[in-house]
């Protein structure tokens, strides 16, 4: 409430250009943890397993908000189509591209780049894909979690094919509007940069960023009775090792889009970097590089630390927070030149709006029991306890 209250003052104070380029970084870093949500309770039905019956409720709760987010997407939408940025106190659009004069020809900031790349990047076609995402995201959210309660309480075993053949096809939806979604809210800040891995690289960070979280929601439902009568240490074991896997992809993934750019040194892919490596923004790289990569990678080696919920939980805390240092690097340095420019409205978007997303995926978790006791899979968890 605090967040998203300062997040409204900076509205009146700082001006309607901070406050929209604020909300859409706190609504970029939010949304990825419904993205992630989603895309795991897909992976969990094509492959089963403990790990994914242990968090499928969890999974399932922070998918369910993707409906909620696509009503928090509005204010970006609007903020797209420049009459109406304009008459909410806006200078310009919140995106570079939907500025009509760079687009006409015989303007003085005509600009062909942008002019060649509008059949795609404009406003109406822009929020008619991301409304597009969103309902993909919120029917795949839905069958899945009602055929799922259905399962709880009939013993229904058919549900269980009929989940695993959905997120078949929802995988690959998936992977598509992500990638789509990934280039069209942030890549497209910078209409003359375009990045092939951008997508690929967003969903990897959603999903190390999801994990975290629920390496942190695992020790607040550990000690119910329901837990401790079905779960055993195994199933964290796994998300921890999954969690060091997800580190290794992001890692590999942020180095070789920066290794391909600069090995090819194409004057059009270079401005991305040269913007994030001077006036102040290159201090993150290097905390980033140990504090993204190197510690929890050497931390997540031990079995040890895998199978103690409370060093776990930890070193997911420390994941969240170099998630949010990853982000402000990828997005920030669109809107401001120097680090020192950055605004506190930055930081009360994504407390405000990470805030509002919790307490309504806590809601949804509330509504249905913590572990799908019917799933076929609970054999899976019962036989791991027994080793």
């Known amino acids: 409430m605090i967040g998203l209250a300062l997040l409204a003052l900076g509205y009146f104070v700082v001006g309607a250009d901070q406050f929209f380029r604020s909300y859409l970084f706190g609504f970029y870093f939010t949304v990825s943890l419904s993205i992630g949500s989603i895309g795991f309770l897909m992976l969990q039905h094509l492959t089963g397993g403990a790990w994914g019956v242990t968090f499928r409720r969890m999974l399932e709760s922070g998918a369910m908000l993707m409906p909620v987010m696509g009503l928090l997407f509005i204010p970006i939408a609007l903020a797209t189509f420049p009459d109406i940025s304009h008459s909410m106190g806006m200078h310009h659009p919140l995106y570079e591209w939907a500025v ?70 929802g995988i690959a939806l998936f992977v598509l509007t992500v990638t789509f979604a990934a280039f069209d809210w942030t890549m497209s800040l910078n209409p003359h940069w375009f990045s092939s891995m951008y997508g690929a690289h967003y969903m990897v960070s ?81 905390i980033l590089i140990l504090f993204q990569f190197f510690v929890p990678f050497f931390l997540l080696l031990s079995r040890q630390n895998k199978r103690n919920l409370k060093t776990l939980a930890g070193i997911a805390g420390f994941v969240i927070l170099m998630r949010c240092i990853d982000v402000t690097w990828i997005v920030l340095p669109a809107f401001h030149e120097s680090i020192l420019d950055v605004s506190w409205v930055n930081f009360a978007a994504p407390i405000g709006l990470v805030g509002l997303w919790i307490a309504l995926f806590v809601g949804n978790l509330q509504r249905a029991s913590l572990l799908p006791l019917n799933d076929p899979n609970m054999e899976w968890l019962h036989a791991g306890g027994h080793h």
């Open 100 to 169: 009509p004069d760079l687009v006409t020809p015989g303007s003085e900031h005509y600009d062909p780049v942008v002019d060649y790349k509008e059949p795609w990047l404009n406003p109406t076609f822009f929020v008619t894909r991301s409304a597009i995402y969103f309902v993909i995201w919120s029917a795949l959210a839905f069958m899945l979690r009602s055929w799922s309660i259905e399962q709880d309480r009939t013993g229904n075993q058919a549900m269980a094919a009929r989940m695993r053949m959905l997120s078949g096809i």
């Open 206 to 286: 959603s999903g190390l960023l999801t994990l975290a979280f629920m390496i942190l929601m695992a020790t607040q439902v550990r000690q119910t009775d329901i837990f401790q009568q079905h779960v055993t240490i195994k199933p964290f074991h796994d998300i921890g090792k999954l969690m060091l896997a997800f580190t290794i992809l992001w890692t590999y993934m942020s180095y070789s889009q920066y290794m391909i750019i600069w090995s090819g040194d194409v004057a059009e892919f270079t401005p991305w970097y040269i913007d994030r490596t001077h006036n102040g923004w290159l201090t993150l790289v290097p």
